[in-house]
């Protein structure tokens, strides 16, 4: 029996190590077929709506055809189906067949088709362009995203294998690894054409097991682990029955790593949802006996603990995506990318819920650590996390890495990948183990336990900000580390009483006075004091009997008075304080008793800068009031690109632009300078934008009746002296015209594109400048106003502007100057209109550093789109 015991062990190793091997192989194949950059090519075909492959007819519907696309010149229809790629059968989804993944723009193509009416099937041919998404360059926030999308099998083949090599000789573990490999499985295989035929064949065959026994092996699992649950108990054969359906799928999904049923199944079936009704009710069988055993009374206490950790990790972290899965086969909505990504990074929940119910586990069977602090668990499950980020970061940064840099060879950089992540595992469970033995040690020692965390709380009593939090503190710390059956805190109120603030104390002890005998000699002995009954001097703490004190600690002020108390009952464990117990507490007192006199200076100050306080806290009021009659949103046009910002010369200013929607197609765009800064010059711009956003309809017809009668309230609601300009501009989507009328503004600047001009395509860009049309506003209340208009072309940029801009000073006195404006503009022309904007705002502020920012700077660009 001995032997058989000794050899037991090295072949579960040998087997757990087969089985990481394989599992890392396919993760690594999967992560780079997953990253691999195919040229993506379409026919112009399902963009709209995309159907799903009918694996009972081995067909594609064809939902939409977009005009003008080569699949509309090949002859394809809406309604056709689509059952053959260059004279071979559809066994795929069309986008995952060899043509599209191998294919290039330009590239012909044969499609058989079935149309309804016709006899036989139709033979088209069509030629591959680029696709429209290929042609789109990805964001950072995408590419990242992508990234971690990519990474997917790592979190569940790192949980697997640490708990299994951990673990080897329980059944649950090496359960537990084979439902994570299913996990990491379950992920199309994207891009199989990547990676050479016999991997390939591999990978169908892996991920066809392993996803086809998800469901099975998730029910299974939950219905014995951490124990049967009373649904298994009930109903023991359902198990064998799910083990049973998905030995089924697996057997005919080995060669195209899709599991399926049968044909003839499939038809008794009726109906493929049937069969995936199947799986769905194997995973709700397994969240029932999951959460049976969560939250029924006979199951032991350390299991149902265990239990509502997974439950929980399962319910946030998996019910999303299924549920998400579940709309997308039943209704055809197909989610977006974004929600994918978030759903996925939801999902990484699971297996960490895993890992901390698997350590906390394993800790609790061992029996002396039944008496940890809760502090201990806290630092190993951070030991944990810890070790399994940088894990699953080290294996996607190596992946990435050799993915891009053997691009050619994509084989060449999965066996790395695949050694790489062997190694990390071998050598993490070595590392992770070694850790929590240290950790082990050192918070078996209780003494060591509480003085770490009395320490802490030494230095945090620095930081606290009024009394009730450092009560809180004082409460929790001490708590934790010393563990007494009761515990209250008093501090001074300033009225030289002592005040409790935490504790749950009868109401007569809610208040004491420092003057009582008792609290005298606890301020003479300034020193933590142990008083067990009996002792002398106890009898002067009769006021704190109800109490059942075993330890008082003082909280002294600069002149040794007492300022603070905590009163410490008997500790859970009955043993006495010892001493270094009471060298830490008083320690503590000490630090305490220092916060406590920064907060009564505190309290004083503050009294001096309320006023200081409220004037701030109204200043910051109105900028964020100002900040809202910006423009939130910007109305939608085809043909143009806008943008536009205001950096303030002090918390508020006199600066305002806007962007208006006339009317579906017809955008104003606004600018104005009143004359003024600070908060008069933010009240007359605020009685502006009122005025002009009240009346702003009118445009359309009559432009220049809106500016008088926008000068006219202007005019009346404000003194002599005020006044603004002002460049009003209404662009026509559809025409491309601009009106505008310049009301004494700083003329905006108009940069013709290259070749806007029909016989001037080579010259270089011409500049115009959209001088006033009339004079400022406010000043004269008998005021007309004239307009101009111009004609856009693509490429032009046209670019408002606030003196705050042209004004902008050196160190030396030199302005900014519409000059170095033109010459930043027509150097950035490249670019669109917001990285165009903040260029420009870079470059004034680039050129002004050193000195202090005397105007608004506002600018607002406008480019025209072809």
């Given amino acids: 029996m001995h032997g058989r015991a000794s050899f037991r062990k090295p072949f579960l190793a040998t087997l757990a190590t087969?089985?990481?091997?394989?599992?890392?192989?396919?993760?690594?194949?999967?992560?780079?077929?997953?990253?691999?950059?195919?040229?993506?090519?379409?026919?112009?075909?399902?963009i709209l709506h995309n159907p799903q492959y009918d694996e009972r007819t081995h067909s594609q519907s064809v939902a939409d055809v977009v005009e003008g696309s080569p699949a509309e010149r090949a002859g394809l229809r809406v309604g056709d189906r689509i059952i053959g790629v260059n004279g071979r059968a559809l066994d795929t989804d069309i986008g995952s067949d060899e043509a599209y993944v191998l294919g290039r723009p330009g590239d012909s193509v044969e499609l058989t088709v079935e149309r309804a009416g016709e006899p036989k099937p139709l033979i088209l041919h069509g030629v591959f362009r680029a696709a429209a998404l290929a042609r789109m360059p990805e964001g950072l926030a995408k590419s990242s995203a992508l990234q971690v999308m990519g990474s997917f099998p790592i979190p569940f083949l790192l949980v697997a294998f640490a708990v299994l090599f951990l673990r080897l000789e329980e059944p649950n573990a090496w359960l537990l690894a084979l439902l994570f490999?299913?996990?990491?499985?379950?992920?199309e295989f994207l891009n199989p054409l990547a990676i050479s035929?016999?991997?390939?064949?591999?990978?169908?065959?892996?991920?066809?097991?392993?996803?086809?026994?998800?469901?099975?092996?998730?029910?299974?699992?939950?219905?014995?682990?951490?124990?049967?649950?009373?649904?298994?108990?009930?109903?023991?054969w359902l198990k064998w029955v799910g083990l049973l359906f998905g030995v089924c799928i697996v057997v005919l999904g080995l060669r195209t790593g899709n599991p399926s049923f049968p044909r003839v199944v499939a038809h008794l079936a009726g109906s493929r949802d049937v069969l995936r009704l199947f799986n769905y009710a194997l995973l709700a069988l397994g969240v029932i006996s999951l959460a049976q055993n969560s939250f029924m009374a006979a199951v032991p206490p350390e299991a149902r603990r265990k239990s509502q950790v997974i439950l929980w990790g399962t319910v946030a972290g998996v019910l999303p995506i299924v549920l998400e899965h579940?709309?997308?086969e039943f209704t055809g909505y197909r989610p977006s990318f974004w929600l994918d990504t978030v759903l996925v990074l939801v999902l990484f929940l699971y297996p960490l819920s895993f890992a901390y119910a698997v350590v906390k586990h394993r800790v609790m069977e061992i029996p002396v650590l039944l008496r940890r602090s809760a502090r201990y668990v806290l630092v190993q499950r951070g030991f944990i996390v810890l070790m399994f980020m940088v894990a699953a970061s080290a294996i996607a940064l190596f992946t990435h890495v050799f993915s891009r840099l053997l691009h050619a060879n994509t084989n060449i950089g999965m066996a790395l990948s695949a050694v790489f992540g062997i190694v990390l595992v071998w050598t993490s469970a070595p590392l992770v183990k070694r850790g929590t033995m240290h950790i082990d040690r050192a918070f078996f020692r209780s003494a060591y336990d509480s003085r770490i965390i009395l320490h802490d709380l030494a230095e945090k009593t620095r930081t606290v900000g009024d009394r009730r939090q450092l009560a809180v503190l004082l409460e929790r710390h001490v708590s934790e580390a010393l563990h007494p059956k009761t515990l209250a805190c008093y501090l001074e109120s300033g009225d030289g009483r002592l005040v409790a603030i935490s504790g749950t104390l009868p109401a007569t002890l809610e208040t004491l006075s420092a003057s009582e005998p008792g609290l005298v000699e606890l301020?003479?002995?300034?020193?933590?004091w142990e008083v067990p009954s009996g002792s002398a001097g106890a009898e002067e703490l009769t006021a704190l009997a109800p109490l059942a004190p075993e330890c008082l600690v003082p909280i002294l002020g600069r002149e040794n008075n007492l300022i603070g108390?905590?009163?410490?009952?008997?500790?859970?464990?009955?043993?006495?304080?010892?001493?270094?117990?009471?060298?830490?507490?008083?320690?503590?007192?000490?630090?305490?008793?220092?916060?406590?006199?920064?907060?009564?200076?505190?309290?004083?100050?503050?009294?001096?800068?309320?006023?200081?306080?409220?004037?701030?806290?109204?200043?910051?009021i109105a900028r964020q009031v100002q900040a809202r009659l910006f423009p939130q949103k910007l109305p939608a046009m085809k043909t143009l690109e806008y943008s536009g910002g205001c950096i303030q010369a002090r918390q508020v200013g006199g600066d305002y632009y806007d962007f208006l929607e006339l009317r579906p197609g017809r955008l104003a765009l606004v600018l104005a300078d009143i004359a003024g800064k600070g908060v008069s010059g933010a009240l007359l711009?605020?009685?502006?934008?009122?005025?002009?956003?009240?009346?702003?309809?009118?445009?359309?017809?009559?432009?220049?009746?809106?500016?008088?009668?926008?000068?006219?309230?202007?005019?009346?609601?404000?003194?002599?002296?005020?006044?603004?300009?002002?460049?009003?501009?209404?662009?026509d989507d559809s025409s491309r015209k601009l009106r505008y009328a310049n009301c004494g503004h700083l003329p905006p600047l108009l940069l013709r594109a290259r070749g806007s001009s029909p016989d001037r395509a080579s010259e270089a860009p011409k500049v115009e400048w959209l001088h006033s049309t009339c004079t400022v506003m406010g000043l004269f209340e008998d005021w007309h106003c004239e307009l101009a208009e111009v004609q856009l072309a693509p490429g032009d940029t046209l670019v408002l502007y606030t003196d705050g801009i042209t004004e902008a000073a050196n160190a030396d006195g030199e302005e900014f100057g519409e000059s170095r404006l033109l010459d930043t503009v027509v150097s950035r022309s490249d670019l669109h209109a917001e990285p165009l904007l903040q260029a420009v705002v870079a470059a004034v502020q680039q050129f002004s550093r050193g000195s202090d920012q005397q105007d608004d700077i506002t600018l607002v660009i406008a480019r025209c789109l072809a």
């Fill in 326 to 328: 579940a709309v997308a």
């Fill in 523 to 528: 301020a003479r002995r300034g020193k933590a």
């Fill in 18 to 46: 087969l089985l990481a091997v394989v599992a890392i192989v396919y993760g690594s194949l999967w992560m780079v077929a997953a990253r691999y950059s195919a040229p993506g090519v379409e026919l112009g075909f399902n």
């Fill in 565 to 620: 108390m905590l009163v410490l009952g008997q500790r859970l464990s009955e043993e006495p304080y010892s001493g270094e117990d009471k060298r830490l507490l008083d320690s503590v007192a000490a630090h305490a008793g220092i916060a406590l006199e920064n907060i009564r200076l505190a309290e004083k100050m503050a009294e001096r800068m309320e006023a200081d306080r409220r004037t701030a806290q109204e200043m910051e």
């Fill in 197 to 236: 035929p016999a991997l390939r064949a591999f990978a169908f065959a892996f991920r066809a097991v392993f996803a086809g026994m998800l469901c099975p092996l998730f029910y299974l699992f939950f219905a014995i682990f951490p124990l049967p649950s009373p649904l298994d108990r009930r109903f023991p």
């Fill in 685 to 731: 711009m605020a009685n502006l934008q009122a005025n002009l956003r009240s009346q702003y309809a009118m445009a359309i017809d009559d432009l220049p009746r809106l500016l008088a009668s926008v000068n006219r309230l202007f005019y009346q609601s404000t003194d002599n002296a005020s006044y603004a300009t002002l460049f009003f501009a209404d662009y």
């Fill in 181 to 187: 490999c299913a996990f990491a499985a379950s992920p």
